[in-house]
């Protein structure tokens, strides 16, 4: 009996001290979109933000976190030329060029070799090994991961809907930022009970007014926005009503930031969210406030 006991509290330990000590593996899915439809019948030049991409990930490349990178074809994200502009970083230039540094560190990490999402959907040991899901923004989701192709049509992307339902089922950290909070409206109804995945949340995503300012230099108007989108959906939308102002929002597993200006504060509140994750003590809240 003594043996057996431990044996048992040998095991326990040992799965503590594994939850302590695995390195986190983070899916960072990344839109390779390079423009969004307009009203008028044309198209707008977009890529990913260059903020949005990286100043979230700082904080976790730090904490030596793993980074796999997927997008919805396989082909590697194009940096919307606009995120490279000093305004995007409150016109610091220091912040800019860490950006940049840190995005070639990135490449190297295999942001240059990317997963084509069905490829991580169809391995099962690939999909669950992963802590966290991390959508960064810019215009380009809108194109190919909320939607299959928006250039074509409205369908949503099936493929991103699933990855979305099993980082909610697992209670896993899920953040996305700016325009990639839209991609939650490519779930829908996965458990049959008439609402929509996300029902109640309460997040954050790029403001109307932001959108609408954008559009200026578009040469046309977006067919659909974010916040509109997701409103419809169910969501509980919480924004800041400064341009430049940074607002983050945290409701169970989901955390979201509404622009660029969101960026650092949404990696440091991530870092906080992986780890009271990875806690072993750790109990998913399935209720507001995790």
């Known amino acids: 009996m003594k043996i057996f006991t431990l044996a048992l509290s040998l ?33 707008a030049t977009v890529g990913v933000f260059l903020g949005e991409l990286t100043e979230p990930l700082m904080p976790l490349v730090k904490e030596n976190y793993e980074l796999v990178f997927a997008t919805p074809d396989g082909n590697i994200p194009t940096i919307d030329a ?18 940049q540094a840190f995005y070639e560190e990135l490449k190297k990490m295999g942001l240059d070799h990317p997963k084509k999402i069905s490829e991580v959907l169809a391995d099962e040991n690939l999909l669950t090994s992963f802590d966290v899901l991390f959508v960064p923004g810019g215009h380009a989701p809108m194109t190919d991961v909320l939607y299959k192709n928006w250039l ?39 458990y049959g009970n008439g609402k929509w ?20 230099a578009m040469g046309g108007k977006m067919l659909a926005y974010p ?3 997701l409103k419809q959906k169910g969501g509980i939308i919480k924004q800041t009503p400064f341009l430049m102002g940074s607002k983050v929002v945290e409701d169970r597993e989901l955390i979201t930031g509404q622009n660029p200006f969101s960026a650092v504060k949404l990696g440091k509140k991530l ?20």
Request: proline share 6%.
């Open 197 to 216: 995945m996300y029902d109640g949340y309460k997040m954050t995503c790029i403001s109307n007014r932001a959108d609408k300012m954008g559009e200026k």
């Open 11 to 43: 095991t326990l330990l040992g799965a503590l001290l594994f939850a302590q000590t695995s390195k986190v593996k983070i899916l960072v899915y990344v839109s390779s979109a390079t423009s969004i439809p307009l009203d008028n019948g044309k198209t």
């Open 82 to 99: 606009n995120s490279l502009k000093p305004i995007a970083f409150k016109f610091s230039k220091k912040r800019l060029k860490k950006a």
């Open 152 to 190: 074509k049509g409205n369908d949503v992307n099936e493929e991103t809907g699933k990855l979305l339902q099993y980082f909610h089922g697992a209670h896993k950290p899920t953040a996305l930022i700016c325009h990639g909070p839209g991609a939650l409206a490519a779930v829908g109804d996965p």
């Open 227 to 229: 916040t509109d989108i």
């Open 271 to 290: 870092l906080k969210k992986i780890q009271r994750y990875k806690n072993p003590k750790y109990r998913p809240i399935t209720d507001p406030g995790f």
